[in-house]
């Protein structure tokens, strides 16, 4: 199976770095004390998300609070550059803080790259929008800067990876699409890019 996987040219040494960058909270409180963490745990069945190509080397596989499953990324939401498996995780209750995957450390925000190349990170209004407050009341929860900070460095890092690279600007166009989609009109608070 491993010849099968999307393929990450980032080192065991980068995410290590990337995850230590990301050991911080996004607000000066805690943050799942304002949704019920909704966020940490199977809100819905099947609810899950997608390791980054070569994140797969922070975990041992055998977590007793995860559940593996292989995707294919060509069935998926993933741009065509991702050709291959994908590792697809669920949690089993609650994980460890400290053993979070990246989406999870780095939520609620996610990169953004324009169309002139340039990296920035923005609200992800794309899976967040109906389920974080964070997301749906950036004015009432404004993030530590030192946050946003670590979390545009770690993606300066990831981004390095022309893989990696290529899902972020696919993502950024999906979030661009969203941002213009009529039914923003129907939610009744307002929405940030950043």
């Not at 230590?20 to 819905?44: F, M, N, T, V, W």
């Not at 939520?107 to 992800?124: C, Q, S």
Request: aromatic share 10%; net charge negative.
């Amino acid at each position: 199976m491993k010849g099968l996987m999307v393929r990450s040219t980032l080192t065991p040494e980068d995410f290590a770095k990337v995850y230590k960058l990301l050991d911080l909270p996004a607000l000066d409180c805690d943050c799942g004390s304002l949704c019920e963490r909704i966020c940490c745990q199977e809100y819905e069945p099947g609810v899950g998300m997608y390791l980054l190509p070569g994140e797969d080397c922070m975990f041992d596989g055998n977590e007793p609070w995860l559940e593996w499953t292989l995707h294919s990324a060509t069935h998926q939401d993933f741009p065509p550059e991702w050709d291959g498996m994908v590792h697809f995780v669920m949690c089993r209750g609650t994980c460890p803080r400290d053993r979070r995957p990246i989406q999870c450390r780095t939520f609620p925000l996610m990169p953004y790259i324009d169309l002139d190349g340039n990296l920035d990170v923005r609200l992800d209004t794309l899976t967040g929008s109906l389920l974080c407050p964070l997301v749906r009341y950036p004015e009432s929860h404004p993030l530590r800067p030192e946050f946003v900070d670590a979390v545009l460095s770690a993606w300066r890092i990831l981004t390095k990876d022309p893989i990696i690279r290529a899902d972020v600007v696919w993502q950024s166009r999906k979030l661009e699409q969203d941002r213009l989609s009529p039914w923003l009109k129907l939610l009744s608070w307002k929405r940030t890019t950043k």
